[in-house]
């Protein structure tokens, strides 16, 4: 499988933009780039996913390198709920869409 | 609400016991699946159905795990023979039929075995 990697934790202060990176060197041509939170005591929620073009939706943007090595999840105005783990995944129909999560990014927001 | 629901919340177990946990999956969705996540830790995959096929099982599910789906709508999970290894959430997810729908999780249920 192919792996991402993230760093362990971040910080952001509350109504300020929010970049997570993720590497996913070893992506490869059908893997989409998936993101999901966690928030404590809850269930994965999913945020956003995307293959080769940036992605917006209500939660987030997804900005996906060219080479598609990297992507970054942006969040453009954290609040005090956006605190969570978030997991960038690869995946793929061919997988069954059997995302396996890593450690994910454990993000701090304060006021 | 129409989201995944899991029953219980919460078991305590004794070592050795046998436990079983139900997955009550959106609707519409033909796709669920069953993860692990223990303290500190991602969700880690341990089997995947579509309707009521069990397409895919990880190496973690041992021969003690067993999972059904039997009319393609809820499903269970049974663990025989508890150990305190097997402590951990277990996690239920549906998803939709099409292309890569995301997958909808439930708020699982916490396993204790004590």
């Known amino acids: 499988d192919a792996k991402t990697t993230q760093p362990n934790s971040m910080e952001s202060n509350e109504e300020e933009p929010v970049h997570l990176p993720c590497n996913h060197s070893t992506i490869s041509g059908t893997d989409y780039i998936h993101w999901y939170r966690q928030l404590p005591s809850q269930g994965p929620e999913y945020v956003i996913h995307g293959l080769t073009s940036n992605v917006n939706n209500r939660m987030a943007s997804l900005a996906i390198a060219e080479d598609r090595k990297s992507s970054t999840l942006i969040l453009h105005r954290a609040t005090l709920r956006d605190a969570a783990v978030y997991y960038c995944i690869l995946g793929t129909s061919n997988s069954g869409y059997a995302l396996n999560f890593g450690k994910g990014t454990s993000l701090l927001v304060t006021p | 609400d129409t989201g995944v629901s899991q029953d219980p ?8 016991q046998n436990v079983t946990f139900r997955c009550d999956p959106i609707s519409e969705h033909n796709r669920l699946y069953w993860y692990r996540q223990t303290l500190g830790q991602g969700p ?9 096929a069990q397409l895919e099982k990880s ?5 003690r795990f067993s999972a059904e789906r039997p009319k393609g709508s809820f ?10 290894g097997d402590s951990a959430m277990y996690l239920c997810a549906s998803s939709h039929p099409q292309g890569e729908s995301p997958l909808h999780f439930g708020n699982g249920t916490r396993l204790t075995v004590t």
Do not use: P, V
């Open chain 2, 9 to 16: 919340r919460h078991k305590i177990t004794k070592r050795g």
């Open chain 2, 44 to 52: 880690e995959f341990l089997t995947y159905f579509q309707n009521e």
């Open chain 2, 59 to 63: 190496r973690l599910l041992s021969d």
């Open chain 2, 75 to 84: 499903s269970t999970l049974e663990i025989q023979r508890t150990e305190q």
